[in-house]
């Protein structure tokens, strides 16, 4: 953005989500002043950048969720939101694929996004040519559908590929085939150990799910139905110790899911959010 007068010897303006000052010479300074913190024009850019902030991250969870129900999304959306710097930067690089009137897509007729507009969607697809996707609608593919994930991986690296939404390169588990070594995935994220429940709802949060009731949880919707993945985390007061439950799935009437009934995305997300409690826990203290 352009600079604004602070007073008649100094400008500020905002550049990559820092508050900038200069000199009526041109000079920009390391620091804005001390005196001038609290001017309307510095206070005023600090308010447009924390905005920026939230409308950044805001971006990121609505893409992100679009992946993770692997979600039909009209075009006629992106090309509406791709002028927003925050949007582009949540949708860009992403793999797209357009998706029939039946609802089936092919990943062989998408690619890599970089452009929306009124003529359709600019990628970069799979043999490496920049082409047009004239279609109503796109998905974007949760990466355990992608069954050559790794050779779309490579090719991402090839092109300089940098995703703002972890896509090609988010942590996936795909659903074993027998209920034995279903149990041993369960088992290997249960009994994490946290001196404290707020340090684990804290933790779970922080990433994005949701904490109450003494449940961590994750709800995602996949073949057209509601599943939430829920861990128990310990409940009462928040500095109690505690040890994280196992991974279960439930129904939208609270019913619980069987692991041989869940979808691949499901499946998938409910472990990554119990890799991810697990991954916080701390060292149990051994007594002398």
């Known amino acids: 953005m352009g600079w604004v007068d602070v007073d008649e010897t100094y400008q ?113 697809n799979l043999d490496g040519d920049s082409v047009r996707l004239a279609t109503a609608r796109v998905v974007i593919p949760h990466p355990v559908l992608l069954d050559d994930l790794d050779e779309l991986r490579e090719f991402a690296v090839d092109l300089g590929v940098s995703q703002g939404v972890l896509q090609l390169f988010r942590e996936m588990w795909r659903k074993p085939e027998g209920q034995d070594e279903r149990l041993a995935v369960v088992a290997a994220y249960e009994g994490g150990y946290y001196e404290q429940i707020r340090h684990v709802t804290t933790r779970a949060l922080s990433h994005g799910y949701t904490a109450r009731g003494g449940i961590v949880s994750q709800r995602i919707w996949e073949r057209g139905a509601i599943v939430d993945a829920t861990i128990w985390v310990g409940e009462g007061d928040p500095s109690m110790e505690t040890e994280i439950g196992a991974l279960r799935f439930v129904d939208r009437a609270g019913g619980a899911i069987d692991y041989a009934d869940l979808g691949p995305v499901a499946w998938s997300e409910g472990v990554r959010m119990a890799a991810t409690l697990h991954a916080g826990q701390a060292q149990r203290s051994v007594a002398a």
Do not use: N, Y
């Not at 000199?23 to 950048?49: D, I, Y």
């Not at 860009?92 to 029939?100: E, H, I, N």
């Open 12 to 124: 500020v303006s905002l550049a990559g989500g820092k508050v900038l000052c200069r000199t009526g010479a041109g000079k920009v300074l390391k620091s804005v002043p001390a005196a001038l913190k609290e001017a309307p024009a510095v206070v005023q850019l600090r308010q447009v950048r924390e905005w920026l902030g939230r409308h950044d991250a805001a971006c990121l969870r609505e893409v992100g969720d679009w992946m993770i129900r692997s979600l039909p999304v009209p075009v006629a959306v992106l090309a509406a939101v791709w002028a927003d710097a925050s949007w582009q930067s949540a949708l860009r690089d992403l793999v797209v694929a357009p998706v029939d009137p039946d609802g089936a897509w092919r990943l062989a007729d998408g690619g890599f996004l970089r452009d929306a507009g009124a003529d359709g969607l600019g990628v970069v």
